[in-house]
């Protein structure tokens, strides 16, 4: 009997105690905290020249006005390895692999190829870079945030890097490509 009774209580105890503990100060409900709400009151003024969050600022107007940059980022072998990268998260899609515009989608669309003489030797640095910034007719905008066709997926750094590979490694690396592609052919052939 009296284990029964010390049962019994112990039962009582542990079912009352949980429903007792949430009358306590500290166990109020987290939703109803003494805190701003979203979209709750009037928001702060972001400070004067402050950066957004989507990005880094781009300090010109236009992809002409950006003609006349000097890239600020040395064209040496880490410079050139990240805009390889860049280049084929980014680029490779339309201006293919190689540069040579033989994607799938560059006739399409209309994609130049990137080792011709005329990019490599007349289009400027800075050029290079205002159209990776602000697009052309069919490429999209990739340094103009929160414009419609455009994202802000590279840094003006990292569009630097991109325009150094361009124009210091990918005619070589579009050379090696194709070196490789003959020897691979040959080897088939005298199989």
């Known amino acids: 009997m009296k284990t029964m009774k ?5 039962l009582a ?3 009352v105690m949980p429903t007792a503990a949430l009358a306590w100060p500290w166990s ?3 939703m109803n905290q003494p805190s701003i709400k ?6 702060y003024p972001f400070p004067e020249r402050s950066v957004p969050v989507t ?3 781009t300090q010109v107007a236009s992809r002409e006005e950006a003609e006349g940059l000097k890239n ?3 064209a040496d072998e880490a410079s050139i390895k990240t805009g390889r990268t860049l280049y084929k998260i980014y680029c490779a899609a339309c201006h293919g692999l190689t540069g040579q515009a033989d994607s799938p989608v560059a006739l399409k669309i209309g994609a130049i190829s990137l080792v011709d003489e005329y990019v490599q ?5 800075g050029w290079l870079w205002g159209t990776i910034t602000f697009g052309s007719a069919i490429m999209p905008a990739y340094g103009k945030p929160g414009e419609q066709g455009g994202s802000n997926d590279l840094t003006p750094v990292e569009r630097w890097h991109v325009v150094n590979y361009i124009k210091h490694a990918l005619v070589k690396d579009a050379e090696e490509a194709a070196a490789r592609a003959q020897q691979a052919a040959a080897t088939v052939n005298q199989n």
């Open 28 to 30: 109020t409900d987290m």
């Open 72 to 74: 600020p980022v040395p």
């Open 121 to 125: 030797e007349t289009l400027s640095e």
């Open 13 to 15: 105890l542990t079912s």
């Open 6 to 10: 010390k049962t019994l209580t112990a």
């Open 55 to 57: 990005g880094e600022p």
């Open 38 to 43: 979203p979209q709750e009151g009037t928001p």
